[in-house]
DNA sequence: CCAAGGTCGAACCGATCGGTACGATCTGAG
DNA sequence: CTCAGATCGTACCGATCGGTTCGACCTTGG
């Protein structure tokens, strides 16, 4: 390792550890709902490690932020091509992986919707922009494979049932939410080619 | 007025201009966005005052969202009536009036699902579940009127339109977000019955 | 073995938070 | 006119916030 200068205690591992850890306190409480000295505690880190580390509470969370929705469009991604060339089979994938996520005990809506409703900070509301555009690059693969007539238009009423069955079920009820936008969707798919 | 026993300069009066000011700045800064000394201030009362109106911030939160709900229903479902019997013209009228909504500078997406997001209390979360209630009790009317063959689940997907294109009106992009989900209800409209 | 630097834990900082107290002022019913 | 009560403005409270500092450990490359 060439480029590892001067580290002892490995660092970079800390910060992973600190990433990780935050990812899901700060999911389950809130961006605010928890303090900088209650979340080291649950960390098992000190304020001084997680402030080397991250600067600042945003600057902790904006990489946490960033690090989950790549995670997530990746899962999704990958959930897709594993469902095949169809591109029906690759819609049913994606909302089959969404309702396993609503199934989740611990499922509390899409993280980064959720903090772009607290901190109206332009950074945060930027990753958010981000996700949802990655979404929607996921969905228009989709939509063109499938022969839509108008790819980019499908691809944003499915984003929409996608983001719309997130919603409801985190907020009303969660059974059969992925099912049922699934469904949904394989209409627009089928009405759009 | 039989009814007013001891009053002076209009409590009632007083409390409905305090709610009235109040959703519009909690909507802009978010429910933990602003303080309750700056609050005051840009409502033009003290302290004492929306203390003794509303007991708490939460209270005053929650009598708020409360308010801001039933006013989005009643609106809904009024431009719904106003377009007629045909459920079709009921539905894009809907989603005519979502569009107009997003047009709106000042728009922030959901008050009620922002709230959730941000606050865990209980009687927050219930009032937003009661909210996404309302909406598909409007829209399962739709879909019975249709004849569709199942209007539960065609409410249901039809609710996910409407909450995924607020969402992504206001998280991406709220340009056509109302007319292109209006085309996808439509689209589910005409396949379910 | 030694020095550099990561980590800890706790004390500490100023600012702000939600909420209370109080005297002064104003309003309107009797 | 009088007096109850609504309102104001301000000072104040304890708690908590995000962030800093420091001395003591511990780990590890040289």
């Known amino acids: 390792m060439p480029v590892a200068k001067g580290s002892t205690i490995d660092p970079a591992r800390t910060r992973a550890t600190i990433l990780e850890a935050a990812t899901a306190v700060l999911y389950e409480r809130g961006l605010d709902g928890i303090g900088v000295a209650e979340l080291c505690t649950r960390l098992g880190v000190s304020k001084e490690t997680l402030y080397r580390h991250f600067g600042t509470k945003e600057g902790l969370v904006e990489a946490m932020l960033r690090q989950r929705s790549d995670r997530v ?27 396993r996520w609503y199934d989740d005990p611990v499922f509390r809506g899409c993280a980064m919707l959720n903090a772009a409703a607290q901190h109206h900070v332009e950074t945060v509301r930027a990753i958010t922009a981000r996700h949802l ?20 238009l499908l691809a944003r009423q ?19 939410a992925g099912e049922h936008a699934r469904q949904a969707a394989l209409t627009l798919l089928s009405a759009a080619s």
């Open 158 to 176: 499915l984003l929409m049932l996608v983001e719309g069955a997130t919603v409801v079920a985190a907020h009303h009820d969660g059974a059969g």
């Open 73 to 99: 469009t990746q899962w999704l991604a990958a959930a897709a091509e594993a469902a095949g060339d169809d591109p029906r089979d690759q819609l049913t994938a994606v909302f089959d992986a969404l309702q």
């Open 133 to 152: 555009r990655r979404y929607l690059d996921l969905l228009t693969g989709i939509a063109e494979r499938a022969g839509a007539a108008d790819p980019h």
